[in-house]
């Protein structure tokens, strides 16, 4: 049932209703609201209707004559309808008064009839006042009924009441009209007929509603359709027949920089003439590189149009409720995020090291990053011509590894391919061979690749030409290369032949600032890849502590897929309200005593807290310790002595 209060401060004064429609489960709001302004006797009639729509709308009644723009403006703030409803006088002046829609109750000559027939059941001298013409049935109706109707008509509600008092001085037997009159009637003491009848005010009330959810959906679809115009920050283009541009929104103008005569030719963008054409796919214009995602619909005439959306790179911000605790978060082509000074730092030293042909070894923990440091270390060097060739040294046999690197020629060994095959070497001809996880590469793997870097020749399996190779080597590993080669497990000249440049990549909870910032960026990846529309930073900000705290041993790529699994829960339970105490169900390890303890304010005490945390779970193996931190052995025992200090 609906719930309906007033309150009124005297018996003279308006009297407010406020009829909210609430369902099982709470307020609906979903639902059209709709402005209910009448007059007592109009107020308590409606009213007695709304119980049939309590599931349709929801209604506030204001018991009121409006004259005053300030009265109704403070209505309309306070309770932001979709429709407004009203009648006569009152229902004239709201519609020059406001730009919402205002439903009128239309009088029929039904009503009209049984007005008039409960007053003739009463007095045979019957006052009507009304807003409206004068009903052509009324002469009818006085022979049939054998009465007389003086009418009277009125244009405002100060109108009505003078035309009302002067009337009233004459011995009138009942007055018809709207709430208003019969109130004003009433006061003086004449008996009254309301010539609403509950059939009109019911029909009243269904256009009402139709009216509200026409007028709201167009509201929302135009305040979307204006931010998708003039201040989404994806470019939009609507492309007709044969790829001609038939719209594009403000960003598509300023990062395609188009004219104003919109002259790019959809074959900029993907060749229309491809069948079937792709929905999603990379494309290039302007010397940029975009990912374009196509929705083909109706353009309203039966002709299709489709609709492309450009993404370049996933947009990254700074925190808006604290801009001066830290700076944006950086965005390069590679992916890589970061507002860390410690990452500052590594891609200074990248962007210098990225300018020599020399090679460069990148160091760090399985998941920080190395591979999007090496394709910076491309993308920014002299090399940038040629293909990026990724090789996991620790994925490739012994036996193939010769064939992976060098290729080989036409026949070399049974089942070889017909006509030979490029090894990767060559491949990355002109461009860079990144050698990931290098240190898992056998003695035997070493020296094969030991003789490339001294003779930069490749010579194909079976094949007695050598092939001159110009290319930029990086390598990169998650072992201590150095303490390796004083085992004897990894070869000494390779190792400095690689280590020529060093970079060291900072594990994720020695950069704290970064974790919001990337988590940011996959998180919108994941909602995008899952089609959720769900808003990233609110995610964050709710489940940032959390993450803030946790020591992170699989860095990024634990990170990744903590997101991953976060947005997968959305998937199934969509009220993401809840999400930070769903956290410990969806990624327990965040809450695991051994590697989510409260760090230190101070950066050099939080360096000591996680030597001390990583020595109680690698029970004081000081190797294993010096790995897991990413610093070498000295380091490390200069961080054990401080904290023996402490």
């Known amino acids: 049932m609906p719930s309906m209060w007033m309150w009124s401060t005297s018996p003279n004064s308006w009297a407010h209703w406020k009829v909210n429609m609430v369902s099982g489960n709470g307020a609906n709001l979903q639902l059209p609201r709709v402005l209910i302004f009448g007059y007592r006797e109009f107020s308590h009639l409606v009213s007695s209707l709304l119980a049939e729509f309590q599931t349709r709308a929801e209604f506030r009644i204001v018991d009121s004559i409006v004259d005053s723009f300030a009265d109704l403006s403070t209505h309309i703030a306070d309770f932001s309808p979709d429709v407004v409803v009203s009648a006569g006088s009152n229902a004239a002046y709201l519609k020059s008064a ?25 007095t045979d001298t019957i006052l009507m006042i009304s807003f409206n013409a004068e009903p052509r049935i009324l002469p009818h109706l006085e022979s049939s009924l054998g009465v007389k109707i003086t009418y009277k008509r009125y244009r405002t509600p100060e109108e009505a009441r003078e035309t009302f008092y002067v009337l009233s001085k004459q011995p009138w037997g009942a007055v018809l009209g709207a709430s208003f009159i019969c109130g004003l009637a009433t006061q003086e003491g004449f008996k009254s007929f309301l010539f609403y009848s509950r059939e009109s005010c019911r029909r009243m009330l269904l256009r009402a509603i139709d009216t509200g959810i026409h007028h709201r959906d167009t509201k929302n679809s135009r305040a979307l359709s204006n931010w998708i115009i003039e201040r989404s920050p994806t470019p939009t283009l609507v492309v007709g027949h044969k790829g001609r ?53 109706d353009d309203g005439f039966g002709e299709p149009v489709d609709i492309y959306q450009l993404y370049r790179h996933k947009l990254q911000f700074g925190d808006s409720h604290s801009p001066d605790s830290y700076s944006p978060a950086v965005e390069t082509d590679s992916e890589l995020r970061y507002r860390s000074a410690a990452m500052a730092r590594v891609m200074e030293t990248v962007a210098g090291f990225s300018r020599s042909p020399s090679n460069v070894l990148i160091t760090g923990e399985s998941g920080t990053g190395k591979e999007l440091v090496a394709r910076a270390i491309h993308r920014d060097g002299p090399f940038a011509g040629g293909q990026f060739i990724g090789i996991n040294c620790g994925a490739i046999p012994t036996e193939l590894f010769e064939g992976e690197l060098f290729g080989h020629r036409d026949g070399a060994f049974t089942g070889s391919r017909r006509g030979g095959r490029k090894g990767l070497i060559e491949a990355a001809a002109g461009g860079v061979l990144f050698l990931d996880e290098i240190g898992e590469l056998t003695l035997d793997q070493q020296t094969k690749l030991l ?43 390779l190792f400095y032949r690689l280590n020529v440049f060093n970079i060291e990549l900072p594990p994720l909870r020695r950069r704290r600032e970064d974790i919001e910032c990337i988590a940011l960026f996959k998180l919108e990846y994941f909602l995008d890849l899952y089609a959720l529309r769900v808003p990233a930073q609110a995610l964050i900000d709710a489940v940032g502590p959390a993450l803030a705290e946790y020591a992170w041993p699989g860095n990024v790529r634990e990170l990744e897929n903590v997101i991953e699994r976060m947005v997968a829960h959305l998937t199934i339970h969509p009220d993401y309200s809840n999400l930070a105490g769903a956290l410990p169900s969806i990624a327990p390890e965040l809450f695991s005593d051994a590697v989510h303890e409260p760090l230190a304010a101070n950066p050099r005490q939080r360096e000591l807290q996680l030597v001390a945390q990583a020595m109680d779970e690698f029970h004081n193996d000081k190797q294993k310790v010096a790995e897991y931190l990413g610093i070498s052995q000295t380091t490390l025992w200069r961080r054990l002595k401080q904290l023996s200090k402490n």
């Open 98 to 122: 406001l730009d919402l829609p205002v439903v009128s109750l239309e009088v029929t000559e039904s009503d009209i009839v049984e007005a008039v027939t409960k007053a003739a059941a009463v």
């Open 451 to 493: 003789r490339f870097l001294q003779e930069r020749t490749v010579r194909r399996l079976g094949s007695n030409k050598e092939t001159q190779i110009n290319l930029k080597i990086v390598a990169a590993s998650n072992k201590p290369l150095r303490q390796m080669v004083g085992a004897g497990d990894f070869r000494e000249d």
């Open 245 to 297: 541009l038939h719209q594009v929104n403000a960003a598509a103008k300023t990062d395609l920089h188009l004219g104003a005569d919109l002259s790019l030719e959809l074959a900029d963008l993907i060749k229309p003439q491809a069948e079937p054409q792709p929905q999603d796919g990379e494309c290039r214009i302007n010397g940029q590189d975009w990912w374009f995602h196509r929705d083909r619909v």
